[in-house]
């Protein structure tokens, strides 16, 4: 078995073994989601999160590949794919950095208050814990995503969801 075989298997145990709730696709070692929920004292509390990760071939010195199911308002999370920009998500994040929403990046440093506003609102419509499962649906596992649905950068590494 090659070293980044090795890798992925201990990352992905790692990651089952932790509180988050780890489903493989197609009994994969390199795709599965993750569901999360938001971080306590923050407008994503309450929230439910479906992400996908491919972990590839080359992992881990290829960055994952890491897209959100359900909805997310979040300036490094394409409103539309779930694609997340993981060039700035382990660094000092900053709306100043290249946001994927635009919208968000600008409402947040405008007006914090309609901001988190927007925020709890689609937690409310998008991330209850029913929606993690229905939004799954949405897009089947035996649906071929393109590349283009999600964000890779080869300087991310794998890590804690940072909201």
Not at 69 to 90: A, F, Q, T
Not at 116 to 137: F, L, M, N, T, W
Not at 152 to 161: K, N, Q, T
């Amino acid at each position: 078995m090659s070293s980044p075989s090795k890798r992925r298997e201990m990352d992905l145990m790692k990651l089952m073994m932790s509180d988050y709730k780890v489903e493989t696709i197609n009994d994969s070692m390199q795709e599965f989601y993750v569901d999360f929920h938001g971080p306590k004292d923050s407008p994503y509390q309450g929230g439910v999160w479906r992400i996908r990760v491919e972990l590839p071939d080359a992992y881990p010195y290829k960055s994952p590949s890491i897209g959100f199911v359900n909805k997310i308002y979040h300036p490094n999370v394409d409103e539309m794919s779930g694609s997340v920009c993981l060039d700035v998500i382990n660094q000092t994040w900053s709306p100043m950095f290249d946001p994927l929403n635009g919208e968000a990046a600008a409402l947040m440093m405008k007006d914090r208050t309609a901001y988190e506003q927007r925020v709890k609102e689609y937690c409310e419509k998008y991330a209850k814990p029913e929606d993690v499962g229905a939004a799954q649906e949405e897009k089947s596992s035996d649906e071929e995503l393109s590349e283009d649905d999600y964000a890779s950068s080869d300087d991310a590494i794998a890590g804690e969801a940072d909201l």
